[in-house]
């Protein structure tokens, strides 16, 4: 196992256009988590996911976002008609049923928005 | 009294000198607390662990401390490496696994 995938590692796209990202988890890991980061700040919770239910939404995440993971294992971000502000690093993080443990993160996907 | 560190987002320490980085964290029901360490153009990765019922816990060159009475978390690094140059987050972890970070702590380790 190579740890928490995340694909793209970066992307740009103009203000208005939908993006989506994967993440990979663990294998063995059936909880999975999305985070954003800005620059000198640490990750802000977005969603989490035990297998394939969406347990737990921030009220960071407006409607434009929407996150899937439909067989509980890889997971989709998408961000609808982005905007500037949306500019940041999106982080997935993978966990097993011991939360002592704390989680595995992916590299991220720095998104740009132009 | 007992003095409560600050939360200083940078610090400077020589090769080979003891660090102390800071956390004050805000939730007293959290039940897990536990340190990242993040690399430039890498996500956080996970250094220790402490249980909210728990006072210290020691890993290999790390020590976690943790003092409810004032809700603060202390990462202790000994004989500080240049490999140890990174932005350090504390965590609190509350339910399911649901993390909080709070603010990091750039540690720069000087040769």
């Known amino acids: 196992d190579t740890g928490v995938s995340q694909d793209p590692r970066h992307k740009i796209t103009k203000r208005g256009q939908n993006v989506t990202f994967r993440c990979d988890p663990i294998?063995?890991?059936?909880?999975l988590y999305w985070y954003r980061q800005t620059l000198g700040q640490g990750p802000e919770f977005l969603t989490y996911?035990?297998?394939?239910?969406?347990?737990?939404k921030s009220r960071l995440l407006s409607d434009r976002f929407s996150a899937e993971r439909p067989k509980g294992s890889f997971s989709t971000l998408e961000i609808q008609r982005t905007e500037q502000g949306d500019s940041a690093m999106y982080l997935c993080a993978s966990s097993s049923r011991d939360r002592g443990r704390g989680y595995t993160f992916g590299s991220g996907t720095r998104l740009t928005v132009v | 009294g007992e003095s409560v560190g600050l939360h200083l987002p940078t610090l400077s320490v020589q090769e080979g000198d003891n660090s102390i980085i800071n956390c004050a964290y805000s939730?007293?029901?959290?039940?897990?607390f536990i340190w990242y360490k993040q690399e430039s153009g890498k996500g956080p990765q996970f250094i220790i662990d402490?249980?909210?019922?728990?006072d210290k816990r020691q890993g290999q060159r790390v020590t976690v401390l943790l003092n409810k009475t004032v809700k603060h978390l202390s990462l202790q690094i000994a004989a500080t490496q240049p490999g140890d140059s990174a932005v350090y987050f504390c965590a609190e972890v509350l339910g399911a696994g649901k993390s909080t970070f709070g603010d990091g702590t750039t540690l720069t380790v000087k040769p």
């Open positions: 939730n007293s029901a959290s039940d897990y």
């Open positions: 996911f035990q297998n394939e239910a969406q347990l737990e």
């Open positions: 402490i249980r909210s019922n728990m």
């Open positions: 294998s063995e890991h059936n909880r």
